[in-house]
């Protein structure tokens, strides 16, 4: 279990998260706000607080809901359905405390500029 927040701190969250399985995306989402994401069942992530300071926002298919922090504007999580309609989270891996992304491997690189 990791705790994790946004810049500001209005939003916190604890997820339950393998950083071993970590993946990029180079969507126009991803490619220009550079979260390191890692992906689980919605279940797992557990918002603490500041929902109510998310802005949720939504494009192309509108599937995922990519939700930012009206106060401060970091991205800590997005969620959504997936193909076999589970709702999956993608926890941003630079929003957790204590962990220092420099010393991270990222397994996957999701192309999902292509999707
Ligand atoms: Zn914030």
Redesign the pocket.
């Known amino acids: 279990m990791h705790a994790g ?7 916190r969250f604890e997820a339950e998260v393998d950083l071993t399985t970590l993946a990029v995306c180079n969507c126009s989402m991803c490619g220009r706000t550079g979260a390191i994401m890692v992906f689980v069942p919605r279940a797992q992530l557990h918002p603490l607080a ?1 929902e109510d ?1 998310l802005t949720d926002y939504q494009f192309g298919k509108k599937s995922l809901h990519h939700v930012f ?1 009206s ?4 991205r800590p999580y997005a969620w959504g359905a997936g193909h076999d309609g589970a709702e999956w989270a993608m926890v941003n891996v630079r929003c957790l405390d204590g962990v220092d992304t420099n010393t991270l491997t990222i397994g996957k690189q999701y192309d999902g500029k292509n999707l």
């Open positions: 927040s946004c810049h500001c701190g209005a939003v500041g300071k922090c106060v401060c504007g970091v």
